[in-house]
């Protein structure tokens, strides 16, 4: 350790700063890592779902203890949106919860933006810096599209490094571990941001290996948004923490730069019939439909507009759930789509993440089971909690919300 970092140790910064440092060392020696490594931000899952009492009741000793973010720190979607939790029906443990979790992040110092796309809205990351981010979409937007350095922080990791401004360094903050290993040759259209995570999902499903890195061709028409679905479904079908996209990603500039004088192990092929073979793991419980989500991640400007226009002078006929962060609300009410999408009875959520609300609570309240979606890590991660996910493109998701049924 360095003699700064010594000193935390020795109480110089604190107790609470001590507590983390000694956490972190723990978590340093599990991964054989040599030395730490000051990183620019953290960024925290802490939302009370996954916090519960006794980790809102960590994050609040902390706070009491003294303990101060030494550098920038933002926070995840949380678990309420305060202004539709009657809308929802939530239990009120929730909010409670909830209340108790910002006021200690307040005290704390965090920067309470409430999103899983801070990159998209608020730091994006810059090439070569490390950094301590939780969210897995975040992460592997970061170490693949912005060329930054961080692993998957888990909430108590992004904590303390938020109170030390160091991690250990082991992981994708080593260039060794940031080479791609295997080699996806995209040749079909992806003509729909599903089919980006559709994607990200058969990758996923095939590597299912945090260390294993892969490399797309074929991805020249990508956009950011199609490039943040496919990271977030890559992480959450595969717990990949990196991509490369030859031409694309900064380094990856071609097949030589990525892959350096090694081969990859496997060569894989990805085309029309791949991407229907993903919509059809996720099959229909009838025709019939409880809940329409778009969320996870939270959808950027373009996303929302996209949206407002399909739902234009139209009524859906099932709950439809919405989830932005605080700036994208704020460019949606000020350039009218918040206002197009109440209208045809769209719920805009604000600051949240559906899988993240507790959803095991509105199933059993409203009985809501089968959820239609558009995005492939929700419905990944939502079966969990005793839905039936519908994984589709777009438009069948806006139609499956206007009808409240999906086409046959």
């Not at 950011?224 to 992480?235: E, Q, T, V």
Request: net charge neutral.
């Amino acid at each position: 350790m360095t003699a700064y970092e010594q000193g935390l140790l020795d109480g110089a910064a604190g107790e609470a700063v001590r507590r983390a440092l000694v956490y972190q060392l723990q978590v340093g020696e599990f991964f054989q890592a040599e030395d730490f490594v000051p990183v620019r931000s953290a960024h925290l899952m802490a939302d009370a779902e996954a916090l519960r009492d006794d980790g809102v009741a960590l994050v609040e000793e902390l706070a009491e203890l003294g303990g101060r973010f030494c550098i920038p720190t933002t926070t995840n979607p949380r678990s309420v949106d305060l202004a539709h939790v009657l809308t929802l029906r939530q239990r009120p443990v929730w909010p409670a919860r909830e209340r108790r979790l910002i006021a200690a992040l307040g005290r704390l110092g965090a920067v309470q933006c409430h999103t899983c796309v801070n990159y998209q809205t608020l730091d994006p990351p810059l090439f070569g810096e490390h950094l301590a981010w939780g969210d897995t979409g975040a992460v592997i937007w970061a170490n693949s599209m912005g060329g930054a350095r961080s692993n998957f922080e888990a909430g108590t990791a992004a904590l303390m490094a938020g109170l030390t401004g160091r991690v250990p360094r082991y992981g994708y903050h080593l260039d060794a571990v940031r080479r791609p290993s295997v080699r996806v040759e995209v040749t079909t259209p992806l003509p729909d941001l599903a089919d980006w995570g559709a994607l990200g999902c058969w990758a996923g499903r095939r590597i299912a290996d945090c260390w294993t890195v892969p490399a797309f061709s074929g991805l020249s028409e990508a956009t950011p948004d199609a490039l943040k679905h496919l990271g977030a479904a890559l992480a959450s079908y595969g717990s990949c923490a990196m991509f490369h996209a030859l031409g694309v990603t900064p380094e990856a500039r071609d097949a030589a730069a990525a892959f350096g004088s090694a081969a990859p192990r496997a060569r894989w092929t990805f085309g029309a019939g791949e991407l229907a073979g993903v919509y059809q793991t996720f099959p229909p419980n009838g025709e019939g439909v409880d809940l329409v989500v778009f969320s996870a991640p939270q959808l950027s400007s373009f996303e929302l507009r996209d949206l407002a226009a399909r739902f234009e002078g139209r009524r859906v006929a099932r709950p439809t759930l919405v989830t932005v962060n605080q700036a994208v609300r704020a460019d949606a009410q000020a350039s009218g789509y918040a206002a197009s999408l109440e209208r045809a009875g769209v719920v805009l959520l604000t600051g949240v993440c559906y899988y993240i609300m507790a959803p095991q609570d509105f199933a059993a309240d409203h009985g809501w089971r089968r959820l239609v979606t558009n995005s492939a890590k929700l419905a990944n991660i939502i079966a969990g909690y005793g839905y039936h996910p519908v994984f589709r493109p777009t438009a069948t998701c806006v139609q499956a919300a206007l009808t409240g049924a999906l086409p046959s």
